[in-house]
């Protein structure tokens, strides 16, 4: 791991770096159609650029069927009181107001994908459907259930809260029932899943609200599906065995067989546990359906075996399909072993500037840029007035195996870097990082 300081993750962590250069304008008469489907990180942002970048040579219109984005970012201080959702609730007025990008609240029911390289169409859940030159997709994660039993798994009595709003405040009331000798258990669902460090930072301000309410026979019980702490595993090993020592107990390999909500019991290959007071059960994810979860491939044109969309890095089209796209969480682009991309809202971002590119150099009947980056930063608070941070920085080129053979191309992790102490100049960094990523995704 690379030693970085403050100023230079600061740098790394900016989110216009990301950008990738300007195709030369359009020349169509007739604007192109781009539909995007899915307004979180990825899909707002890839909407804003297309428009910022191809001006009226490109129609978009983004399709998703809240009427706010509800921001996973930030939302475990959310849980604890210290932020209200306001504060990570996002809207669609400044797309439409500022750069034209046309926004419909809907549900996708099917997609035509045509051709491959053909223009198909979007069916949607109002009655309308979009015919398109080019489609976006950024839904987002589905979650898989337990094996054993799936049926006993409730997220309204067991919340995941791994998709804020009303799932975060459910788990917000679950937590302030807390008394004196309770326990709050959570799982970390297997890799690859949304938002590496977000289980271990919930761990982290759950153990702080529970020391600032004095509950201090109160305890937390973190289940991890993985071998070891997946991400910032020096601040989380510190916070883990020292700033909250003897009230986080984490237990790794754990994987779960069954969650049984109505007792709020869990079963898992490292032990089982019954009646805890809250039992936050994360499990184990995948790409979110597209149009009926019953359709083949959930709608997808194409799943990879751990159920996400593979694509080509240079465009995040889907082979076969050099006209459909995707991005953010439901992707999986190709990396060197061991040095996944992570699923994360700034590298939505990054990844949704790169395929904003690509489709107007597309249009234009250029080339994909070969020279690109991207990159995923992240704050994770680790008490009420300190926090830590994650950078990670790729590049394409060619990618290696576990023996360190070349196996193709992709994205190689070029940096990585970990916060060398856990800090309050971070925890204000964090505000800061956090609304720059706000503004350039939705504003």
């Known amino acids: 791991m690379h030693t970085f300081n403050r100023r230079r993750f600061l740098q790394a962590a900016g989110i216009a770096s990301a950008a990738a250069a300007l195709p030369r304008a359009l020349g169509a008469a007739t604007p192109a159609r781009v539909v995007v489907v899915g307004g979180g990180f990825g899909g707002a942002t890839v909407a804003k650029y297309l428009r910022l970048w191809g001006g009226g040579q490109v129609a978009v219109t983004l399709v998703e069927p809240n009427a706010d984005h509800i921001a996973c970012i930030l939302s475990n201080l959310v849980l604890t009181g210290a932020l209200s959702m306001d504060r990570i609730s996002l809207g669609y007025n400044a797309l439409k107001t500022n750069h034209g990008v046309a926004v419909i609240q809907a549900r996708v029911t099917a997609i035509n994908y045509g051709s491959g390289t053909g223009k198909g169409r979007v069916s949607l859940s109002n009655g309308r459907s979009l015919d398109y030159d080019h489609l976006v997709l950024s839904p987002g994660i589905d979650f898989i259930a337990p094996p054993d039993d799936p049926g006993a798994w409730d997220a309204n009595v067991t919340p995941h809260a791994w ?28 890799s690859p899943y949304r938002c590496p460090p977000g289980p271990y930072e919930r761990a982290c301000v759950v153990a702080d609200y529970l020391k600032r309410k004095r509950l201090l026979f109160a305890r937390v019980v973190v289940l991890d599906a993985n071998a070891g702490i997946q991400a910032e595993p020096v601040a989380f090993g510190e916070a883990f065995n020292h700033i909250y020592k003897g009230m986080i107990e984490y237990i790794p390999d754990a994987t779960v067989s069954s969650v049984i909500s109505q007792t709020r019991s869990i079963i898992t290959s490292a032990g089982s546990w019954s009646n805890v007071r809250v039992l936050n059960y994360i499990p184990n994810q995948r790409a979110a359906a597209i149009g009926p979860a019953s359709s083949a491939n959930r709608g997808w044109p194409l ?32 990396a060197t ?65 576990a023996a360190g053979k070349v196996k193709g191309k992709g994205m190689q992790r070029v940096d990585l870097g970990e916060a060398p102490k856990i800090s309050g100049d971070n925890y204000q960094d964090m505000f800061t990082w956090a609304d720059g990523l706000f503004a350039d995704s939705f504003i």
């Open 303 to 334: 799943l990879n075996a751990q159920g996400f969309v593979p694509v080509d890095p240079l465009t995040y089209g889907v082979s076969g399909y050099p006209n459909i796209h995707v991005i953010g969480d439901a992707c999986a682009v190709p």
């Open 337 to 401: 072993d061991g040095q996944a991309v992570p699923k994360s809202g700034h590298m939505a971002n990054a990844e949704a500037k790169v395929c904003a590119d690509a489709i107007l150099r597309a249009l234009n009947g250029q080339a994909p840029d070969t020279n690109i980056a991207t990159s995923s930063a992240c704050f994770s608070p680790i008490t009420a007035t300190t926090a830590s941070w994650l950078s990670a920085n790729f590049s394409y080129g060619n990618i290696y195996d």
């Open 163 to 190: 998709q804020a709003g009303a799932q975060t405040l459910l788990l917000k009331k679950q937590l302030a029932s807390m008394r004196d000798h309770d326990t709050f258990l959570m799982t970390v669902p297997k």
